[in-house]
T-cell receptor
Framework: GAVVSQHPSWVICKSGTSVKIECRSL??????MFWYRQFPKQSLMLMAT?????????EQGVEKDKFLINHASLTLSTLTVTSAHPEDSSFYIC???????????FGDGTRLSIL | QKEVEQDPGPLSVPEGAIVSLNCTYS??????FMWYRQYSRKGPELLMY????GNKEDGRFTAQVDKSSKYISLFIRDSQPSDSATYLC?????????FGTGTSLTVIP
């Protein structure tokens, strides 16, 4: 099956720090990628969608200047949480899509804790 | 009304039981259906993907789609403690993904 590598798996940092999360598809090329945020015992909340080489489309209420997404290639995407604050603490998950009407394949998530 | 409805549970069953997980949807334009399994502090893992009415079987898992009733199910036979996780249904309509809220399942040894 499709393999998506996401790291780091867990990061703890001080308030005001910027944190970069990396997501790679290891065995396929993805046309679209997604970033989600998930709070404990809640479902996935879509943050943004991006296509390779294009700017990300952010969901309503998600600050694009705070959550910087770079979809550099068909196998790599990064999410940078800039000037993170405790309220940004959450579980962030990336996923890649292989084309129209195809399933998404998820990374293992990054647990972000801001002190 | 949400586009995709899924009972959050929690659902608790004894080992060896048959588990039935369900989702309903409101728009007949949904054509592609998936089930994901998510362990605690992990990303969702694709279990089943189907696009037609009827049953699809993979080992102990069977996905069932009833488009006339707008209802999908995931059956787990001979459930194991390792099946304890949250199960998410997902659907695609016009290249947009819609996820259920997930059902938390615990299989008791």
């Amino acid at each position: 099956g499709a393999v998506v590598s996401q790291h780091p798996s867990w990061v703890i940092c001080k308030s005001g720090t910027s944190v970069k999360i990396e997501c790679r598809s290891l065995d396929f090329q993805a046309t679209t990628m997604f970033w989600y945020r998930q709070f404990p015992k809640q479902s996935l909340m879509l943050m943004a969608t991006s296509n390779e080489g294009s700017k990300a489309t952010y969901e309503q209420g998600v600050e694009k200047d705070k959550f910087l997404i770079n979809h550099a290639s068909l196998t790599l995407s990064t999410l940078t949480v800039t000037s993170a604050h405790p309220e940004d603490s959450s579980f962030y998950i990336c996923s890649f899509g292989q084309g129209s009407n195809q399933p998404q394949h998820f990374g293992d998530g990054t647990r972000l804790s801001i002190l | 009304q949400k586009e995709v409805e899924q009972d959050p549970g929690p659902l608790s069953v004894p080992e060896g039981a048959i588990v039935s997980l369900n989702c309903t949807y409101s728009n007949s334009a949904f054509q592609y259906f998936m089930w994901y399994r998510q362990y605690s502090r992990k990303g969702p893992e694709l279990l089943m993907y189907t696009y037609s009415s009827g049953n699809k079987e993979d080992g102990r898992f069977t996905a069932q789609v009833d488009k006339s009733s707008k209802y999908i199910s995931l059956f787990i036979r001979d459930s194991q403690p390792s099946d304890s996780a949250t199960y998410l249904c997902a659907m695609i309509r016009g290249n947009q993904f819609y996820f259920g809220t997930g059902t938390s399942l615990t299989v008791i040894p």
